[in-house]
């Protein structure tokens, strides 16, 4: 069994593209971080991703509305943000406040800008294998994960648990894309799927991203598997100071013994978030000056 370190493909993706934004002469690639109050998560995610912009080259900028802010009041400062031709990515951190409409909002970042990869231009981009699009972070950072370790999507059967716009669908449609490295035969599952660790134990490669701690055990596996682990969840745990531990969508005790690879929680799939990110970064960038050079 091979643990397939996030941390590390995350960090020479970071060195790479480290050294592509040094070959920029003249504005380097900018990012502006929308966060709206103050969730710890939220907080501890756009620091690790400022963070990360800086040690790559790409200038950042944080903003920082109230909580209170209305809908017309933060579509006014997407529409700012849309406008200004020194930033080329914008990223609008989820949770919003109640009063936001998030899908509307994330619908407003105009999709050359929409470097989190929510519009629905974009999603469509995947489908229609158009490969100027932005692919949400995630489900990119697992194709690539999936690669560097050497995992040959063609002809597996590839199962997906979940559906969700962030992680489910756009995986599904990557693994399907007819082009090396994808190519696979797809299967999505979800709540109301009957038999379902059936399906899951003829997966090649597991997908779990639904959302439930250690759902995915021994029995809803096969020997050699490839597993993906996309779940964060918080575990009451009395023996840790922080009084929780983190643990991911599969049960990796009893799991990981059968697989062939597995990616660790925390560890995995999650370093692969933000690098992807910084790569839309630049690739927004990149896009943005062809086109106002054409």
């Not at 998030?102 to 999709?111: M, N």
Request: net charge positive.
């Amino acid at each position: 069994m091979e643990i397939i370190d996030g941390n590390q493909v995350a960090t020479a993706l970071i060195e790479e593209l480290k050294a592509e934004v040094s070959t920029i002469s003249g504005r380097k690639p900018c990012l502006a971080l929308v966060r709206v109050g103050e969730d710890p998560a939220s907080v501890s995610y756009v620091r690790k991703k400022e963070k990360t912009a800086a040690e790559i080259g790409i200038s950042s900028r944080v903003i920082l509305p109230p909580v209170s802010i209305s809908q017309s009041e933060l579509v006014a400062l997407i529409d700012g943000l849309n406008a200004d031709h020194s930033v080329d990515g914008i990223l609008v951190q989820s949770p919003l406040p109640k009063q936001i409409d998030e899908l509307a909002i994330f619908r407003r970042v105009r999709p050359e800008k929409d470097v989190d990869g929510f519009h629905t231009l974009n999603l469509g981009k995947i489908a229609q294998e158009d490969e100027s699009g932005f692919v949400s972070c995630t489900p990119a950072g697992i194709l690539e994960l999936l690669r560097r370790s050497q995992v040959d999507l063609n002809g597996k059967h590839v199962v997906v648990l979940g559906r969700s716009l962030i992680v489910g669908k756009p995986v599904a449609l990557l693994a399907l894309q007819k082009k090396a490295g994808a190519n696979g035969t797809v299967t999505i599952c979800h709540s109301g799927t009957r038999n379902l660790a059936e399906i899951t134990r003829q997966a090649d490669v597991l997908i779990a991203a639904i959302g439930r701690p250690e759902f995915v055990t021994a029995d809803m596996v096969k020997p050699g598997v490839v597993v993906i682990d996309v779940g964060v969840n918080r575990v009451s745990d009395p023996t840790r100071k922080t009084g929780y531990r983190l643990t991911g969508d599969v049960h990796f005790p009893g799991v990981s013994p059968l697989a062939s690879k597995i990616t660790p929680v925390p560890g995995g799939v999650g370093p692969m978030t933000v690098a992807m990110l910084m790569k839309n970064t630049v690739k927004a960038h990149r896009l943005g000056n062809l086109a106002r050079s054409g």
